[in-house]
């Protein structure tokens, strides 16, 4: 028996987690600046209490299918960052003449909420109604009084922003959002383009740079294999050779045979002077012994 009832806990438990995911799951999701169209849900009863609030029990079907006729089966969502608007379309408008939204808080109240006109299209029998609202997926409670009823309708509905496109259809911007996004998408890839071009820019500079200094570095190179090639060819080169050494060859010829002509011109005087010389040696030896003998 314990087992059972607690097991009939946790049931409970899960169906409240369920249907709590079903009533929050379209509420508080984030939406980008920008301009959306999303479809919408309406509903006869209350998301909370599943009753009818306006008293037609009786009618529920045929007041089910009304309200689904009366909320446009699509609406407009806009912001910009810091404020959403949410249009919603109320058909057959002839046939209501009074129309009032208030809108679910994260805690389950409803809090009014502003609601203005922004379009008529009597050909279509339409008004377009703009909210202020807190959340974009939130459920929004309508109070119109119908003409051919003779009293107020109450029901509600919901934007399904899960499902939002980008674009805003036939609705009237108000808050110009698809301006102010293109002006800043524009803005934005203008940035990209600079920042590319900059970077390019910078990577040009850097390879002209580089190129540069590889330029500076080959002409150093090249010099320097010109100075050893010189210095190597210096060292093999014939003193001699050329012309500085054709001068030099026929300088030392000129020499050699300057001393050969005056060795020749000073020979026959050598000659007599090295025998006066030898014939006076041999007469003082001669002499010499003649002397000791006769004495």
């Known amino acids: 028996m314990k087992t059972r009832n607690k097991w009939n806990k946790i049931e409970i438990i899960l169906w409240a987690v369920l249907c709590y995911s079903l009533v929050f799951s379209n509420s508080a999701m984030a939406i980008e600046k920008g301009t959306y169209t999303a479809p919408t849900t309406a509903s006869y009863y209350n998301p909370d209490t599943g009753e009818i609030d306006d008293g037609g029990t009786k009618n529920a079907e045929i007041g089910e299918g009304m309200v689904k006729s009366v909320l446009g089966n699509k609406a407009f969502i806009e912001t910009d960052g810091a ?53 974009p997926g939130a459920w929004i409670r309508v109070v119109t009084y119908v003409v051919p009823m003779g009293r107020d309708v109450i029901f509600y509905g919901r934007v399904n922003v899960t499902s939002a496109t980008p674009g805003k259809g036939d609705f009237k911007s108000t808050l110009t959002i698809e301006e102010t996004v293109k002006a800043e998408n524009k803005s934005q ?23 540069k200094k590889q330029e500076v570095k080959e002409e150093v190179k090249e010099e320097a294999l010109q100075a050893e090639e010189l210095e190597t060819n210096s060292d093999k080169e014939d003193p001699l050779s050329g012309v500085e050494g054709i001068i030099e060859v026929a300088a030392i010829e000129n020499a050699i045979d300057d001393n050969e002509e005056k060795v020749e011109k000073h020979s026959p005087f050598l000659f007599y002077s090295l025998g006066i010389l030898t014939l006076g040696g041999v007469g003082a030896l001669l002499y010499f012994k003649i002397i000791r003998k006769a004495r």
């Open 83 to 135: 404020t959403t608007h949410v249009t919603v379309r109320i058909n057959m408008i002839s046939n209501i003449t009074k129309v009032s939204f208030t809108a679910r808080d994260s805690n389950g109240s409803y809090y009014n909420v502003s609601a203005k006109k922004v379009s008529s299209n009597s050909s279509k029998d339409t008004s377009d109604y703009r909210l202020v609202l807190r959340d």
């Open 189 to 211: 890839e203008k940035a990209k383009i600079v920042k590319t071009i900059k970077k390019d820019e910078v990577d040009e500079n850097k390879v002209e740079k580089q190129e």
